[in-house]
């Protein structure tokens, strides 16, 4: 079992930054594909950025490109997510999943229905 907890979510202004971290318990992170989503009041959750176990693919939705920034940190089993120039509409419960991932390192996986396991969210609030 692969326990997720996210953390660094909070209130801002547009324009700021926030930094998420998805902190895993579990004897290794390496093998594990790792997504960032978010779900905002009334709408469906939607993928933000992705990262492969190797860290050598990412990917990101195009309202965040140029913006946010996924990352992972083994040695910690921490994934994190640089969120810049925040906008109100950024505004969401954010969720990390992992998924075991254990052919192509440079595999990552862009549907909340590929994902085995998930954290319990941390809200994202951006103020105008």
């Known amino acids: 079992q692969v326990q997720l907890v996210e953390s660094g979510g909070g209130l801002v202004q547009a324009g700021d930054s926030l930094r998420l971290s998805c902190a895993a318990s579990v004897r290794t992170f390496l093998g594990y594909a790792v997504g960032w989503f978010r779900q905002a009041p009334g709408k469906e959750r939607e993928a933000v950025a992705a990262?492969?176990?190797s860290a050598g693919s990412t990917y990101y939705a195009?309202?965040?490109k140029g913006r946010f920034t996924i990352s992972r940190?083994?040695?910690k089993k921490t994934v994190y997510l640089q969120m810049?120039?925040?906008?109100?509409?950024?505004?969401a419960v954010y969720y990390c999943?992992?998924?075991p991932s254990p052919g192509d390192v440079s595999q990552w996986y862009p549907t909340e229905y590929e994902y085995a396991y998930w954290g319990q969210g941390t809200q994202v609030t951006v103020s105008s």
Do not use: G, H, Y
Request: overall charge negative; glycine content about 0%.
């Open 51 to 53: 990262i492969s176990r």
């Open 62 to 64: 195009d309202f965040v």
């Open 84 to 91: 810049n120039s925040l906008k109100p509409e950024d505004t």
């Open 73 to 75: 940190d083994d040695l």
């Open 97 to 99: 999943a992992a998924q």
